[in-house]
């Protein structure tokens, strides 16, 4: 790169450069290149003329606050993939079908068991936000346990309706098998339509955070 270019390239590039301001630098004897200011003892000049660039302590670069780059964003830490049943195979009822990962593969797993043995699945209740639980826990669970924060919340869990059918057992154990538990198999009140993971528990700051990252 030509020297005399320096400072129009990083205008152009939006780093917020000034023509003249690596003269400094320019004016060093034997520099060979426009770098080489920067890999030996700055002058004091080379300094002040990086000062209004690099900012003052404790500030920031100015370099990074103009960038025309955009900070990374993080990685989600909640994330939810749609069941996608084949049709036919499972009853909605209006449930939202986004799980896990990890749980996603498992009630998949458990749908293609039971659609081979013609039993479909008529779902209750998935993921949920702080709105379904609360009117969950208000009586819209019936007579089945509801916590104040549920697998889910964190897409971990699903409700089977149908547990007084004679068909119920064979969806628990196609559940059991693709690798889910089962809430009648609790010690205390039994929850005999849950199927759930629980990787962590549900707790008022994950399950918020679950819902901010997958608004419907």
Same mark, same amino acid.
């Given at each position: 790169?030509?020297?005399?270019?320096?400072?129009?390239?990083?205008?152009?590039?939006?780093?917020?450069?000034?023509?003249?301001?690596?003269? +400094?630098?320019?004016?060093?004897?034997?520099?060979?290149?426009?770098?080489?200011?920067?890999?030996?003892?700055?002058?004091?000049?080379?300094?002040?003329?990086?000062?209004?660039?690099?900012?003052?302590?404790?500030?920031?670069?100015?370099?990074?606050?103009?960038?025309?780059?955009?900070?990374?964003?993080?990685? +989600?830490?909640?994330?939810?993939?749609?069941?996608?049943?084949?049709?036919?195979?499972?009853?909605?009822?209006?449930?939202?079908?986004?799980?896990?990962?990890?749980?996603?593969?498992?009630?998949?797993?458990?749908?293609?068991?039971?659609?081979?043995?013609?039993?479909?699945?008529?779902?209750?209740?998935?993921?949920?936000?702080?709105?379904?639980?609360?009117?969950?826990?208000?009586?819209?669970?019936?007579?089945?346990?509801?916590?104040?924060?549920?697998?889910?919340?964190?897409?971990?869990?699903?409700?089977?309706?149908?547990?007084?059918?004679?068909?119920?057992?064979?969806?628990?154990?196609?559940?059991?098998?693709?690798?889910?538990?089962?809430?009648?198999?609790?010690?205390?009140?039994?929850?005999?339509?849950?199927?759930?993971?629980?990787?962590?528990?549900?707790?008022?700051?994950?399950?918020?955070?679950?819902?901010?990252?997958?608004?419907?």
């Amino acid at each position: 790169m030509d020297d005399d270019r320096l400072p129009d390239f990083l205008e152009i590039n939006g780093f917020g450069a000034r023509p003249g301001m690596f003269a +400094a630098a320019r004016r060093r004897p034997g520099a060979g290149d426009p770098f080489s200011a920067l890999t030996s003892p700055p002058t004091s000049s080379f300094v002040q003329a990086l000062n209004p660039l690099i900012g003052s302590a404790g500030q920031g670069s100015s370099i990074f606050r103009h960038s025309p780059f955009p900070p990374a964003m993080p990685d +989600a830490t909640c994330p939810l993939v749609p069941l996608d049943p084949a049709p036919g195979t499972v009853a909605a009822n209006g449930s939202d079908l986004r799980f896990s990962p990890t749980f996603v593969g498992i009630v998949r797993k458990a749908t293609d068991t039971l659609n081979q043995q013609g039993r479909p699945l008529d779902v209750s209740s998935g993921f949920r936000t702080a709105a379904d639980q609360l009117r969950m826990r208000q009586g819209g669970s019936g007579r089945n346990p509801a916590a104040r924060y549920s697998d889910h919340g964190l897409g971990n869990g699903i409700d089977i309706n149908g547990t007084a059918l004679p068909t119920f057992p064979a969806i628990i154990q196609a559940f059991k098998q693709a690798g889910a538990q089962w809430g009648g198999d609790y010690r205390g009140k039994k929850d005999r339509p849950h199927f759930y993971i629980r990787p962590v528990r549900a707790n008022a700051t994950n399950t918020a955070e679950c819902e901010r990252e997958n608004p419907r």
